[in-house]
């Protein structure tokens, strides 16, 4: 049966950032496909853990801030989530950050700050999931990406360069990994509805420039990447790796 392919019993799903936004309505997806989850996140994800848990599924936060945390601390910390949860199966890697600047005042810490975030901290993560993965011959990885993975943006070149960056890694890692039994894709978001871009959405002639780019004139939410981060989790994916999935509403086809 085709959709017994979409199913996650029995897999653990290590998540980044899932207290709210896009990571909360992936995790609760992963989970009612019937995953357990341990999210990775610098504030609590309350609202998560009871969604989850409301499913009958383990909820597992481990607190770190991808700000500060060194190569080192990541990796012990992907190695006590294996030695707890005995298989590390999915490794979502969501969490972001996205400071703007204008392009010629654009400071270093800024600079800095998004690369780690958004390329350094999962590309330290995948490569410990990876090492564990290998013993086991199977494994999905799969990075969240964004539009600004194909296009330059305005006031955002530390978030341009590291959503390129996250498509470099997603191929460079499948190149090596996918023989030895892992998936390694990447998902491109669109504009999706969160606390990350509520102030564009608020902001009336913002809004109207970016709803009548979109072919489906209208925002997605985060429910919007509910299937397709369950399907590149499961077995249904099985012959995809290195590529990335748009899901934009046709905006990057315009
Ligand atoms: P959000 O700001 O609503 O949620 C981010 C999550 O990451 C939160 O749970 C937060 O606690 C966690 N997080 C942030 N910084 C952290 C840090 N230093 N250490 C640990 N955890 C941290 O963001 P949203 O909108 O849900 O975005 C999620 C991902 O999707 C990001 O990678 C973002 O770049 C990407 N994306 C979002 C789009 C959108 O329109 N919302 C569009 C394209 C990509």
């Not at 653990?12 to 341990?38: F, K, P, Q, S, W």
Request: glycine share 10%.
């Amino acid at each position: 049966m085709i959709l017994d392919k979409f199913k996650l019993d029995g897999k653990i799903a290590i998540c980044t950032g899932t207290r709210r936004g896009i990571g909360r309505a992936m995790t609760n997806a992963l989970a009612e496909a019937g995953a357990d989850i341990v999210s990775f996140d610098r504030n609590d994800p309350v609202d998560t853990r009871q969604d989850v848990e409301a499913m009958d599924r383990r909820f597992v936060w481990k607190k770190i801030d991808f700000s500060t945390a060194s190569a080192e601390q990541l990796r012990a910390l992907v190695n006590e989530t294996a030695a707890e949860m005995g298989q590390i199966d999915i490794l979502v890697n969501n969490a972001g950050i996205c400071p703007r600047e204008e392009i010629l005042d654009y400071s270093i810490e800024i600079w800095e700050q998004s690369l780690r975030v958004n390329l350094s901290t999962p590309w330290f993560l995948a490569q410990a999931v990876g090492r564990i993965m290998v013993k086991r011959g199977c494994g999905k990885i799969i990075n969240i990406g964004s539009l600004l993975s194909h296009q330059g943006g305005l006031t955002v070149p530390g978030y341009s360069a590291s959503k390129h960056g996250i498509l470099g890694i997603t191929k460079s890692l499948s190149n090596e990994l996918a023989s030895k039994g892992i998936n390694v894709n990447a998902i491109v978001p669109g504009y999706i509805l969160t606390d990350f871009t509520r102030a564009i959405n608020q902001n009336e002639d913002r809004n109207t420039q970016v709803e009548s780019r979109i072919p489906m004139n209208r925002w997605g939410s985060p429910e919007d990447l509910q299937g397709v981060v369950v399907f590149l989790a499961s077995e249904a994916s099985g012959y995809m790796s290195g590529t990335d999935v748009a899901v934009d509403g046709g905006w990057l086809g315009r």
